[in-house]
């Protein structure tokens, strides 16, 4: 688990990449047809990104399985519509987009360690 100043600084390289580079969606069905259920924009989608803060910090930093020269990425959680929306996200590689793998409705109960009750 990162430190909370771990995942502020995370965010704040993050909100800057994205705002330089601009972040990709990865087209997954599931990140798609949710995206339609919760009836948001892909604007909407990117202003959430740029809300994120540590108490929505859900794990990470965790390696790529799939490619371990890329990235590594982190897990938050959010409501949107009253649903818990999981999101995957990496700063992607140097002088390109964010990476934001996933971005649709949770499939189980997150838990956040940051948060307060």
């Known amino acids: 688990m990162a430190t909370k100043q771990e995942i502020d600084q995370f965010l704040t390289q993050l909100k800057?990449?994205?705002?330089?580079?601009?972040?990709?969606f990865r087209p997954?069905?599931?990140?798609?047809?949710?995206l339609a259920e919760l009836d948001i924009s892909a604007f909407a989608?990117?202003?959430y990104l740029m809300s994120l803060k540590a108490e929505d910090y859900y794990s990470g930093p965790n390696k790529d399985t799939y490619d371990s020269?890329?990235?590594?990425?982190?897990?938050?959680g959010i409501r949107i519509k009253g649903k818990?929306?999981?999101?995957k996200i990496s700063p992607g590689q140097p002088k390109?987009?964010?990476?934001?793998?996933?971005?649709?409705?949770a499939e189980r109960p997150m838990n956040y360690p940051l948060k307060t009750k």
């Not at 800057?16 to 990709?24: A, G, M, P």
């Not at 997954?28 to 949710?34: A, E, F, I, M, Y």
């Not at 020269?69 to 938050?76: A, L, S, V």
């Open 16 to 24: 800057e990449k994205i705002r330089v580079f601009d972040v990709v």
């Open 28 to 34: 997954r069905d599931k990140n798609l047809n949710d």
């Open 45 to 47: 989608r990117k202003e």
């Open 69 to 76: 020269n890329k990235p590594d990425y982190y897990e938050f």
């Open 84 to 87: 818990e929306v999981y999101i």
């Open 96 to 105: 390109k987009p964010a990476d934001c793998m996933s971005f649709h409705i």
